[in-house]
């Protein structure tokens, strides 16, 4: 190490004060990146949690970076009041030359501190929802639910959203305060139907079928009331009343997780098949658009539709 450390002198003293500087900044940031990568390998060895690599990953990533722009700026710098004039000129510059990325970066400083959301949170930002996979100094990246794919199930695509954003646009988080959402399946059934008794099924089939978060949300809500003023009348499944044109509305109404909506959704509608093809319930029936047609006195037809 010694031998080394003579030679760089060496070599050193043969160079002018700016080319032994850049020097110099290229060795520190050589060493923090094989630092990094060495930090990086002894991380995937050692822990197998996923969720755990992450974090110790973008902690050393952001370490790293603090330790490499603080180096850096001593070593181009001669004394503190050089330093503090070095990077108030450096400041003015970059926030005339890079404005946008300087603004990400705000955002991202935004995020770290205020926790709008997290990895592995369900966001929507402007038209894109999706599930938060990464934050990092510029953007962070979701994978992209909804879109084509039906009660937002992954469509597989990643997409990249600069830090920004979140000064410009609305935030919808469905994992903040609450871990749950409300879901509503519509079922319409014919102004002929037995209605209430239609109601009664599907109340029972909610009440044995529904996610059971009740009691769970009720705690939640307690908790997230000291940042929030959210209140509920009612967390428990419950059905309402409304006619359409076709008939009679039933809407099924109920919480579950964001990332489970599609499964309760189809659970919840297979077993409300079951109770409508059961041979019991033979007035009720589903409603559809239909047309008829009237024959009047004198021959002529009329057609309806609803």
Same mark, same amino acid.
């Given at each position: 190490?010694?031998?080394?450390?003579?030679?760089?002198?060496?070599?050193?003293?043969?160079?002018?004060?700016?080319?032994?500087?850049?020097?110099?900044?290229?060795?520190?940031?050589?060493?923090?990146?094989?630092?990094?990568?060495?930090?990086?390998?002894?991380?995937?060895? &050692?822990?197998?949690? $996923? @969720? %755990?690599?992450?974090?110790?990953?973008?902690?050393?990533?952001? +370490?790293? !970076?603090? =330790?490499?722009?603080?180096?850096?700026?001593?070593?181009?710098?001669?004394?503190?009041?050089?330093?503090?004039?070095?990077?108030?000129? &450096?400041?003015?510059? $970059? @926030? %005339?030359?890079?404005?946008?990325?300087?603004?990400?970066?705000? +955002?991202? !400083?935004? =995020?770290?501190?205020?926790?709008?959301?997290?990895?592995?949170?369900?966001?929507?930002?402007?038209?894109?929802?999706?599930?938060?996979?990464?934050?990092?100094?510029?953007?962070?990246?979701?994978?992209?639910?909804?879109?084509?794919?039906?009660?937002?199930?992954?469509?597989?695509?990643?997409?990249?959203?600069?830090?920004?954003?979140?000064?410009?646009?609305?935030?919808?988080?469905?994992?903040?305060?609450?871990?749950?959402?409300?879901?509503?399946?519509?079922?319409?059934?014919?102004?002929?139907?037995?209605?209430?008794?239609?109601?009664?099924?599907?109340?029972?089939?909610?009440?044995?079928?529904?996610?059971?978060?009740?009691?769970?949300?009720?705690?939640?809500?307690?908790?997230?009331?000291?940042?929030?003023?959210?209140?509920?009348?009612?967390?428990?499944?419950?059905?309402?009343?409304?006619?359409?044109?076709?008939?009679?509305?039933?809407?099924?109404?109920?919480?579950?997780?964001?990332?489970?909506?599609?499964?309760?959704?189809?659970?919840?509608?297979?077993?409300?098949?079951?109770?409508?093809?059961?041979?019991?319930?033979?007035?009720?029936?589903?409603?559809?658009?239909?047309?008829?047609?009237?024959?009047?006195?004198?021959?002529?037809?009329?057609?309806?539709?609803?």
């Amino acid at each position: 190490m010694d031998v080394i450390l003579e030679w760089f002198h060496q070599f050193s003293d043969g160079l002018t004060e700016t080319e032994s500087k850049g020097l110099t900044t290229f060795i520190i940031v050589l060493l923090l990146w094989l630092f990094q990568r060495l930090m990086v390998r002894s991380i995937m060895k &050692l822990q197998n949690d $996923l @969720a %755990i690599r992450y974090t110790w990953r973008k902690s050393l990533t952001y +370490g790293v !970076y603090l =330790i490499g722009i603080v180096a850096i700026a001593l070593v181009w710098a001669n004394h503190f009041g050089d330093f503090a004039t070095y990077l108030g000129l &450096l400041s003015a510059g $970059l @926030a %005339i030359a890079f404005q946008d990325p300087i603004v990400n970066m705000a +955002g991202w !400083y935004f =995020i770290l501190l205020q926790k709008p959301f997290k990895v592995g949170d369900r966001i929507q930002v402007d038209n894109q929802i999706g599930d938060v996979v990464d934050i990092n100094l510029f953007q962070f990246s979701i994978v992209e639910v909804g879109n084509w794919v039906g009660d937002e199930q992954s469509t597989g695509r990643i997409i990249h959203i600069p830090n920004s954003k979140i000064f410009k646009t609305p935030l919808a988080n469905y994992n903040e305060g609450l871990d749950y959402i409300w879901n509503e399946i519509k079922v319409l059934v014919t102004f002929e139907s037995n209605w209430k008794k239609c109601k009664e099924v599907l109340e029972n089939t909610l009440n044995v079928h529904a996610p059971k978060v009740s009691e769970h949300a009720k705690k939640e809500l307690q908790s997230a009331s000291g940042k929030y003023l959210i209140y509920y009348h009612k967390v428990t499944p419950i059905v309402y009343t409304s006619v359409e044109d076709s008939g009679v509305l039933l809407t099924l109404r109920y919480l579950c997780e964001p990332k489970k909506r599609r499964n309760t959704t189809s659970f919840l509608w297979e077993k409300i098949l079951d109770e409508f093809n059961h041979p019991d319930n033979i007035d009720m029936d589903f409603a559809y658009p239909t047309r008829r047609a009237v024959t009047t006195g004198d021959g002529v037809k009329a057609a309806t539709g609803d």
